[in-house]
């Protein structure tokens, strides 16, 4: 019985965390190096800046585009006047928009989407990673859950063609935030 309350209590640490993060907005950075980062997504998206691990304890931590409506009401079009790139996405209920991140650091990010039915069988996407933007550079992010989760970065570049980019899976800052 008291294994049972202790796995009780620590669990709803976590959850709390978890909550956090789908019921707050990122914060852009107010100074310092930045760079532009366009989220395409028919899921939620959630950045964590200055980490290479996810902790929704950072500051300004939070969702940055969601396809639904209720979560930190991130799901608007706003742009920052980045260029266009050459993908097309073709996808229904796409949130799509522009933010400023912190450049030469790293930034965490977690990307999930509500689990889907097809042909009886059920799948949802769930991805943690990570990159570290350039400074000044501007960079487009396609998460997308369509039975197969795609991850895609690419830094965009006005005069040239657009250059794909790596990301690196990321884990949990705090073993117990996975409660």
């Given at each position: 019985?008291?294994?049972?309350?202790?796995?009780?209590a620590?669990?709803?640490?976590?959850?709390?965390?978890?909550?956090?993060?789908?019921?707050?907005?990122?914060?852009?950075?107010?100074?310092?190096?930045?760079?532009?980062l366009?989220?395409?997504?028919?899921?939620?998206?959630?950045?964590?800046?200055?980490?290479?691990c996810?902790d929704?304890?950072?500051p300004?931590?939070?969702?940055?585009?969601?396809?639904?409506?209720?979560?930190a009401?991130?799901?608007?079009c706003r742009?920052?006047?980045?260029?266009?790139?050459?993908?097309?996405?073709?996808?229904?209920?796409?949130a799509?928009?522009?933010?400023?991140?912190?450049?030469?650091?790293?930034?965490a990010?977690?990307?999930q989407?509500e689990?889907?039915v097809?042909?009886?069988y059920?799948?949802?996407?769930?991805?943690?990673f990570?990159?570290?933007?350039?400074?000044?550079?501007?960079?487009?992010?396609?998460?997308l859950?369509?039975g197969?989760c795609l991850?895609?970065?690419?830094r965009?570049n006005?005069?040239?063609?657009?250059?794909?980019?790596?990301?690196?899976?990321?884990?949990?800052?705090?073993?117990?935030?996975?409660?």
């Amino acid at each position: 019985m008291l294994i049972a309350g202790l796995a009780f209590a620590v669990s709803g640490c976590g959850n709390i965390s978890n909550i956090r993060a789908y019921s707050t907005a990122y914060v852009e950075p107010a100074s310092g190096n930045t760079a532009r980062l366009r989220v395409i997504t028919n899921g939620m998206a959630c950045g964590v800046p200055g980490r290479d691990c996810i902790d929704w304890r950072v500051p300004g931590a939070g969702v940055m585009a969601v396809s639904e409506s209720g979560f930190a009401d991130q799901n608007n079009c706003r742009s920052l006047g980045m260029p266009e790139s050459n993908r097309r996405v073709q996808a229904q209920e796409l949130a799509r928009t522009e933010l400023k991140v912190p450049a030469g650091k790293p930034f965490a990010m977690n990307f999930q989407s509500e689990g889907h039915v097809s042909a009886g069988y059920s799948y949802s996407c769930q991805q943690t990673f990570r990159f570290t933007p350039k400074v000044g550079q501007d960079y487009e992010l396609i998460l997308l859950d369509g039975g197969q989760c795609l991850v895609a970065l690419q830094r965009l570049n006005p005069t040239g063609k657009p250059e794909n980019e790596p990301v690196e899976k990321a884990g949990l800052c705090r073993a117990l935030d996975v409660f």
